[in-house]
């Protein structure tokens, strides 16, 4: 039987990758993800996990193991944050486009300068191009469980792509909760290790992570984009399948709440989710129409689903926690493209908040909620990019 633990995300999601039984983990700590790959090192150590445990010098060296170790077909897991993230910046291209399945966890954390160590999400965001799924949880039970279902996406052989789980720094990696722990037969059955084609063979030599010039480049980028969208239909089925294995579901790319009548709606990602939904329920005793939608995977991006959730809204508003210096939110881009396809665009803004770790309030949701109403009943509001909250109360 499953039991349930008191335990963090950081915790949460390094008993997910635990129960993947990797059998690589690259490790460089850094806050705020010290702590899940410190429990890794405890569970080889006790001999609770068989894997090889790299203690590697650098993030840099993280990924560029993971690959080594991915190329020969080894299950691979790895961590990082922030300004480790960026180091590894080069290596995130080698492994995506070497077709990879790498699961890595991020630590959303702010970005320097002006160094910080709080959580926002301008370093996952700021590498949507490198080519690795991006999939964003809102608390630990989902950490833990998507970092199992990174496994099932990353080596279908339909998708062979490395995998990013996001998780907000301090709100949910410090953060503890009651999570519950799959059984390991179980988690077996989900993801049955299998030596995928994709890999290097001394019985089976292949060229692998090749030199293309101009007559094969643009091919091997069509495959690798069709694969990442192929990425999108393997979460939904990996979804539905956890969840009759689980009895947890997550609705798949995105999640909605109280948005089939609703007039004005939040598009969001990550922990501010849980307080957008609990401002969304007082608003609605209140008698007003408004709801919520939470995208839980970046990349691939869903852009039908945003459009087909969104339809008949009449004021959508996305607040996130990044900002793209001199145009606007990098979250709201997105959302912002894919309205574009709707027949009937509503009125859309962008809302920044929460950078450097800043506390995003309900008051703050209600405010941003009060624009959209006011767009939503007939007075135009400014369209301009805001920043919430900005200056210390």
Not at 71 to 100: K, N, P
């Amino acid at each position: 039987m499953s039991e349930k633990m008191f335990i963090c995300g950081d915790e949460a999601v390094a008993l997910g990758a635990k129960l993947a039984r990797p059998q690589v983990i690259a490790a460089y700590p850094i806050t705020p993800q010290t702590i899940v790959v410190e429990r890794l090192s405890d569970y080889v150590e006790d001999g609770s996990l068989d894997a090889q445990y790299l203690h590697v010098e650098s993030e840099h060296s993280a990924i560029t193991a993971s690959i080594g170790a991915a190329s020969v077909g080894a299950r691979t897991f790895t961590a990082t944050s922030s300004q480790g993230l960026l180091y590894m910046a080069e290596g995130l291209y080698y492994a995506s486009g070497g077709r990879l399945p790498i699961v890595m966890m991020d630590a959303n954390r702010s970005l320097a300068l002006p160094w910080n160590i709080y959580g926002d999400q301008r370093d996952s965001l700021s590498q949507l191009e490198a080519g690795w799924i991006q999939l964003y949880a809102e608390d630990a039970q989902e950490a833990l469980d998507l970092t199992i279902q990174a496994y099932k996406i990353a080596e279908d052989p339909e998708v062979m792509l490395p995998v990013m789980v996001c998780l907000d720094g301090f709100v949910l990696t410090h953060t503890y909760e009651v999570v519950e722990i799959p059984e390991q037969d179980k988690v077996d059955a989900f993801i049955p290790y299998q030596k995928y084609a994709n890999r290097m063979d001394l019985e089976h030599p292949m060229s692998n992570c090749v030199t293309a010039g101009p007559d094969y480049n643009m091919e091997l980028h069509y495959q690798q984009h069709l694969a990442t969208i192929k990425a999108g239909e393997k979460l939904e089925a990996a979804d539905k399948e956890y969840g009759k294995l689980f009895g947890r579901t997550y609705g798949g790319m995105i999640e909605t709440y109280k948005t089939d009548d609703a007039d004005a709606v939040i598009v969001t990602l990550g922990s501010v989710a849980g307080t957008t939904r609990c401002v969304v329920d007082k608003m609605r005793e209140e008698g007003k129409k408004v709801g919520l939608l939470r995208i839980r995977c970046m990349r691939p991006f869903p852009v039908q689903e945003i459009v087909d959730a969104l339809k008949g809204v009449k004021a959508v508003g996305v607040l996130e926690k990044d900002v793209d210096h001199g145009f606007e939110g990098v979250v709201y881009t997105n959302v912002n493209s894919a309205l574009m396809r709707a027949a009937d665009k509503p009125a859309t803004f962008s809302f920044i908040a929460g950078l450097g770790g800043r506390s995003i309030l309900k008051s703050d949701i209600e405010n941003c909620f009060a624009k959209l109403l006011c767009q939503a009943a007939g007075t135009p509001q400014s369209p301009t990019v805001e920043f919430v909250k900005l200056g210390c109360e």
